[in-house]
């Protein structure tokens, strides 16, 4: 799996903003892009990586309310990360609720968070949100909270190409234990879950209108749209042909659902019978 890069997408015409912008892409090593109209901003994100943060402003190009510009984006692109940063005062609570319902993932208050750390706090936990929260509805409600919380830790960590050590690194675990924390709660061991995020933000981009088959391969970190078909193959028996006309995330989910209840069954590991076993006509022993 490769490595994708961690783009930081602008449009905003606050000067300030920018200059904290640029501060946080240095401090946590993403390219950052500004961009000056929203059609530009469109051309960038085709082909943006899972890992793209987008900032924008929401009001911009509207003369009233939030613009139709960004309600089109996250209508063709409802994967997308997109913070809006804007200054809340009195009556813009109509433009927040509209805002989260266009598929915003968070708002940044300007009068507020316009420092440099305050902002990079903001964007950090905004990573990997909308595949979280998708993956979240579709828990089974017996889902521990130690599992809630390695799964969500993954959705953050896959959207960067990351592996296992990644996984216990941002859990502040080692790899060792991580492998006994996702067998306590019931998960495939950790490479296997990874794989399985993975196919998960795969189908959460098939299901964007506007993302050809390899764009999704090369945004999810595949070398090429083949790894991703091969993926797919694997781990749902389907293409992504086959999944888009099924609903890409849903179906993939009921099958990662399948696979939750398999990680929970309890496991039988079989022995080779003694020889005093075999005298008896005893074969195996299940423990």
């Known amino acids: 799996m490769q490595k994708v890069p961690r783009p930081l997408l602008v ?18 090593g993403m390219e950052l892009d500004e961009f000056a109209e ?59 609720l509209k ?32 595949l979280r929260g998708l993956v979240e509805r579709q828990l089974p409600s017996y889902t521990s909270a130690a599992a809630r919380a390695i799964l969500g830790a993954a959705t953050s960590i896959v959207a960067e190409g990351g592996q296992g050590a990644d996984l216990a690194r941002a859990l502040h675990i080692t790899p060792r234990t ?42 999810c970190g595949y070398a090429a749209d083949s790894s991703l078909r091969l993926a797919l193959r694997r781990f749902t028996a389907l293409n992504p ?12 989910s009921a099958t990662f659902a399948e696979a939750l209840i398999e990680a929970r069954a309890p496991k039988q590991r079989y022995r080779a019978p003694s020889r005093k076993g075999s005298e008896n006509g005893g074969t195996v022993a299940a423990e």
């Not at 000067?15 to 904290?20: D, I, K, M, N, S």
């Not at 793209?52 to 613009?67: E, M, N, R």
């Not at 042909?241 to 849903?250: D, K, N, P, V």
Request: aromatic share 6%; charged share 25%; glycine share 10%.
């Open 241 to 252: 042909t086959e999944l888009r006309a099924m609903g890409a995330f849903e179906t993939a």
């Open 99 to 130: 805002l989260g319902q266009w598929g915003v993932v968070g708002v940044v208050d300007l009068e507020e968070e316009v420092t440099g750390p305050a902002l990079g706090r903001r964007l950090m936990a905004a990573r990997g949100r909308p």
């Open 11 to 28: 449009l905003h015409s606050d000067a300030v903003l920018r200059e904290r912008l640029r501060f946080v892409a240095r401090k946590e």
């Open 178 to 219: 991580l492998s006994r924390w996702c067998r306590k709660a019931g998960l495939p061991p950790p490479k296997r879950l990874l794989a399985w995020m993975r196919i998960l933000l795969a189908a959460e981009f098939l299901d964007d209108p506007g993302r050809s088959v390899t764009a999704v391969a090369l945004a």
């Open 38 to 96: 929203w059609d530009e901003l469109l051309d960038a994100v085709r082909t943006s990586p899972a890992s793209a943060l987008i900032v924008v402003d929401p009001y911009a190009g509207s003369g009233k309310g939030p613009s139709i510009e960004l309600s089109s984006l996250l209508n063709r692109f409802p994967s997308l990360t997109v913070i809006a940063a804007m200054a809340i005062g009195p009556g813009c609570g109509g433009d927040v």
